[in-house]
DNA sequence: CCCGTACGCTGAACCGCACAAGTGACGAGC
DNA sequence: GCTCGTCACTTGTGCGGTTCAGCGTACGGG
């Protein structure tokens, strides 16, 4: 089967190719009724303009592109990322632009990725994520001058637009209510602490807990999985004064320091609170089903593809802060039994 | 920052246009001296082909397709998307390929991407996920002449090439792991029911069962979600002679079945013995960990990117068998409790 | 009545690359 | 010494669109 050419509309219509064009772009040039009738003639055949034709004579490639820089096991396993494509895809296919994925291992790979889909004109613009502080990314997106967006910050976004949630004052929302519960010895298990927005929920972590006088408040490190994420619980619950109350950044670390409280033989939420971020099906899974920190991250996807492809068509775009993350409070969290 | 042209290389080369293809190509036509000159000026000023011109001039579009039909909350809690995009990116990566996705909402809208992907010539070929029986997708695409590989079955893929697992193989291993704990009343919560895997499963299940002289055996349908995992679970747990074990098509669903499980007071494994179809982290997870039907999920992913690869290099590929699942019991699979 | 102009369309020049055909130099063979 | 072949390029063409200049026609105003 060939593929339909514009020609052959052309030639079908009794016009020129640039007719058509003008005709299938919504330019004026054409008379109403030439233009549909060339619409007709197009859709009946089937025709498509060729993606590469038209990115080659100076439009727009009509693809965004997306770069990872997690191992398999980790984006796999958790459903952020597929939740924020699901997201972005939404907007984009809407306005039929194609996403374009890559796995990479590391920032300078992913910088390399950016700099050949630059050269080649294979993306129009693409997404930042899992921003780091000093990070390389932001200007080597700069000097190329890809239309790019962040999704993270806020802060360290250089002259890129970006699409943020305010963490900080979620884990303050979520801390004062631990508090408020009773809780005076309240642990977290941060992710990498390298990324960004591990600093800023760490950094609230400790202001707020300075200013509620939780002087015992400390924060350990992990990598988002579970195996990581129950070695940190069972540290922090071998310690001779043992939290009431543990804030993990993910929730599949929060289910496994579930596990191995209650391995230990602690009740949740008798003896442990615990709270995930990110309110994923699996917290309503487990017993007792997990207080989470929840956000639409769908949501949060399709306004970072608005964002970008507002950038694209050459508007003036910055920062954009999206819906902060709210409690859903379940079966896990609870005063402190009387010690 | 402009980006480079080939005519930029050329003529800091001081050759012509042609001569910098032949050398950045391998092919004939200019001297090794001058070959390595070109290269280096290249990489210098970091010059990559332009994908639409290249995808003009006849070659290939260097991009392969990828439509998902789930909605977005599966999507994102089912790892295995996530993981098998990672393994076909490891392969595509390395030869340069990009990946192009694209969620879909039903058979008809993928239909739709396809042939227009096809039109668009934005992609060489693509990959057909959860094939289902009389799938339309399979003569739309043999229609179209696109290059596709069908990551499933097997049968059912008309002309088109494929990977597959032996389901029906692992699914018996399992049923006689239970069987030899002493297991006599099994009952299956399967996935969706148009899916051909499920169908695969279901009827490898009938025929072990009766083989077997499990004259209890049932299968209950679900749709891989939490929800319904456990609405099936607690249909199944409240029936007159309730199963001793119960195998569940996703590990989600299991971890549901578990949690209604304990929370009815019946022991795992004790009272009823949980099998997981998946192996993900999750299942080590919980409480007891789930006894689970695993495989390398990127592995599967980076054999369908090799088939495609080889399906658009014009290589006759049928189907292909890829790694049976294996089952890792853990603890929640003991024998049945006396009654 | 004639000119200016808006409309509707055509023809051609690009975009950046691959590839076929052409060209000049040089060496081998008779 | 002349031809022929090969090598190492160059030139030119076309892929399928977009876009701009140009051009005939109809129409309205002075």
Redesign the interface.
């Known amino acids: ?1 060939k ?2 050419t514009i020609a052959d509309v052309a030639r079908r219509a009794g016009v020129s190719k640039g007719a058509v064009s003008y005709a299938l772009n919504g330019q004026p040039g054409v008379s109403e009724a030439t233009r549909q009738r060339i619409l007709a003639i197009a859709a009946e055949i ?11 004579s100076g439009a727009t ?1 009509k ?1 965004v592109g997306l770069a990872l820089c997690r ?3 980790i ?3 958790e ?5 924020l ?3 972005v ?2 907007e984009l ?1 809407a306005r ?1 632009y ?7 291992t590391d920032q300078e790979a992913e910088i390399a990725v950016y ?2 889909w ?5 993306v129009d613009g693409v997404f930042v994520c899992d921003l780091r502080t000093d990070d390389r990314r932001v200007p080597a997106l700069e ?3 890809l239309p790019a967006v962040v999704i993270g910050g806020p802060g360290h976004t250089g002259a890129l637009a970006s699409v943020w949630s305010d963490d900080a004052a979620a884990l303050v929302e979520t801390v004062e209510y631990l508090v408020a519960l009773g809780h005076r010895r309240i642990a977290r298990v941060g992710g990498l602490p390298s990324l960004l927005h591990t600093e800023i929920r760490t950094d609230a972590f400790t202001d707020v807990c300075r200013r509620l006088g939780l002087d015992e408040a400390s924060t350990v490190w992990s990598d988002y ?3 990581e994420g ?1 070695r940190a619980t069972r540290r922090l619950l071998s310690s001779a004064r043992r939290p009431t109350a543990v804030i993990y950044d993910n929730d ?1 670390m929060a ?2 320091g579930l ?1 191995v409280a ?2 230990m033989g602690l009740a949740v939420p008798g003896d442990l609170s615990i709270v995930a971020w990110d309110d ?3 917290c ?4 007792p089903p997990l207080t989470a920190l929840g956000r639409d ?2 949501a949060y996807g399709a306004h970072a593809a608005r964002q970008l492809l507002a950038v694209i068509a050459g508007e003036e775009v910055t920062g954009a802060q999206d819906e902060t993350a709210h409690l859903t409070p379940r079966g896990s969290t609870a005063p402190p039994r009387a010690t």
Chains 1, 2 share one sequence.
Do not use: K, N
């Open positions: 089967m593929r339909p089937g025709f498509s303009p060729s993606s590469a034709a038209r990115a080659l490639a693809a191992p398999a096991r984006l796999g396993i459903p952020f990322f597929m939740e494509i699901s997201g895809e939404s296919s039929s194609a996403l374009t994925l890559q796995v990479v700099r050949r630059w050269a080649e004109r294979r000097e190329l001058q999985t579970g195996e129950a599949v289910i496994a596990s209650q391995e994923s099906p699996l309503q899974l487990v017993h991250i769908p």
